[in-house]
């Protein structure tokens, strides 16, 4: 599906090209202002306001890579990354502050999330088959003393739980450490750990034009050490953002592309992507919502500038504003899951975030992993071919026939969709099962990943992640 014309995609390029190279854009970090103002940009010291030459947002874009590979450390979840927008993957949203508990009955429990709480989180991801990436989720608010070195026990209880690729929102002054913790997931081998990274870094801009300090360090340490690095923006249409959407998506492209050069100017031929977390504002429930039809808008036409560029994108989707798991939930997910998929989006990510991305539900994420097949069978389309438009079997069939016992209904039997949390049965059939409202039948499935999935990791592994986590904690405490 196209939200935009080929025409209104070149327009909103053309007014990021202005924007970036005629308002200018903050950038508060030495280093950036000297390697953007090396290669010919236009940077006031004292201001710290650089305009950027369009020459050199389209040689960035021309040296960002197209599509490539995102590791997995056991080799097991590797996916492609592309922008043409023929594959769609998908993962959750972070960071958050809360989880939501489902104690059964109908019965919620929303409180902080703890450090145990993001082990659990990334074995539920472990062990849904149709989310293809993680972030980091929520944060450990039981670790907010400043004792220990929060950000790398969270990567920690990820990583050792879960092999699937890593989308990090790293703090700057521990990009060394991450880079430890990756090396260390590939055996201690550096070399092959830059070159097959399963760590991607992201950061986020600070709307409207801003690259603050954390956004340009992160990226200088992202092409340092070959992350793939995702160049995030969460503009807020109406606040700090225009309230027109186009113009909403134009300063979010600016920002984006803003980032991407930046980093390209790093270590030109560095992995990117185009991300954005770039929504409304609500003003009257005053919330910037990520359930609102506007976010699915934003980040479907995104995902069609990504395309424009040829490079990778992340746009939030599969997300609620729900404060449960419930047909609001549901809904909301659904609507804006399937509107950047069908746009080609390369990934969609907030499967199981709800209340605005605040809270994670290990329900919700596991509904939301039932629901993935079924968007893509509505991506797959209808095929229109001699053999499938089937005419000699209608034939053969006649008026009133059936086609339960054709070849073609017994080989294709299993392509149907059918989902497993989902239920399609009668209502007699149903309440003779037990009759299990979905969340139920979810949480069931919650219970038997964290019953029976086991760390992917081997020991030898978690144990040198653990030194690395201690040798922080150590220094902290001096």
């Not at 160049?231 to 920002?255: F, K, Q, R, V, Y």
């Amino acid at each position: 599906m196209k939200f935009l014309t080929d025409e209104e995609v070149r327009m909103i390029d053309n007014t990021s090209v202005r924007i970036l190279s005629e308002i200018g854009i903050s950038v508060n970090h030495d280093d950036s202002l000297d390697i953007l103002e090396k290669n010919g940009c236009e940077v006031d010291r004292k201001t710290k306001m650089v305009k950027i030459p369009e020459s050199l947002i389209r040689d960035a874009v021309d040296h960002s890579p197209s599509k490539f590979e995102m590791k997995s450390y056991d080799g097991k979840h590797d996916m492609l990354m592309s922008s043409d927008g023929s594959v769609v993957n998908f993962g959750n949203l972070g960071i958050g502050t809360r989880v939501c508990h489902y104690d059964g009955q109908g019965n919620y429990d929303t409180r902080d999330a703890t450090i145990n709480d993001i082990a659990k989180i990334a074995k539920v991801i472990e062990g849904c088959e149709n989310i293809n990436y993680t972030t980091q989720p929520v944060s450990a608010m039981d670790l907010m003393d400043g004792n220990v070195a929060r950000t790398l026990h969270e990567v920690e209880a990820m990583v050792t739980n879960t092999a699937k690729p890593y989308l990090l929102d790293p703090i700057p002054e521990y990009m060394d450490d991450y880079f430890l913790m990756m090396r260390a997931c590939y055996g201690g081998d550096d070399e092959f750990a830059r070159k097959n990274s399963c760590f991607m870094m992201g950061s986020c801009t600070s709307s409207p034009l801003q690259l603050d300090t954390p956004f340009c360090e992160i990226s200088k340490k992202s092409a340092e050490y070959g992350f793939p690095f995702m160049s995030m923006t969460m503009a807020m249409a109406g606040t700090t953002s225009p309230i027109d959407l186009a113009g909403t998506i134009a300063i979010h492209n600016a920002e984006a592309l803003a980032g991407i050069t930046l980093t390209q100017l790093y270590n030109p031929g560095n992995k990117c992507l185009y991300g954005s977390c770039t929504t409304n504002f609500d003003f009257i429930s005053n919330t910037a919502p990520f359930g609102s039809p506007e976010n699915a808008l934003i980040s479907s036409c995104n995902a069609q500038l990504s395309q424009f560029y040829g490079i990778p994108c992340v746009n939030s989707g599969g997300i609620s504003d729900s404060k449960i798991p419930d047909f609001q939930s549901a809904a909301e997910a659904t609507m804006n899951g399937l509107t950047p998929a069908l746009a080609g989006a390369s990934n969609v990510f907030g499967v199981g975030m709800i209340e605005l991305g605040m809270t994670f539900s290990m329900e919700q994420a596991v509904m939301m992993d039932d629901l993935i097949p079924l968007i893509r069978k509505v991506m797959a389309g209808v095929v229109v071919n001699e053999e499938t438009l089937s005419f000699d079997r209608i034939l053969e069939a006649g008026v009133g026939g059936d086609f339960i016992a054709t070849p073609e209904s017994m080989n294709k039997m299993f392509d149907v969709s059918h989902p497993k949390i989902f239920d399609r049965t009668m209502f007699d059939e149903w309440k003779g099962n037990g009759g299990c409202y979905t969340v139920d039948v979810a949480h069931e499935k919650v219970m038997d990943i964290l019953q029976n999935i086991q760390s992917p990791m081997e020991k030898n592994t978690v144990e040198e992640i653990s030194k690395i986590v201690k040798e922080a904690d150590r220094k902290i405490k001096q």
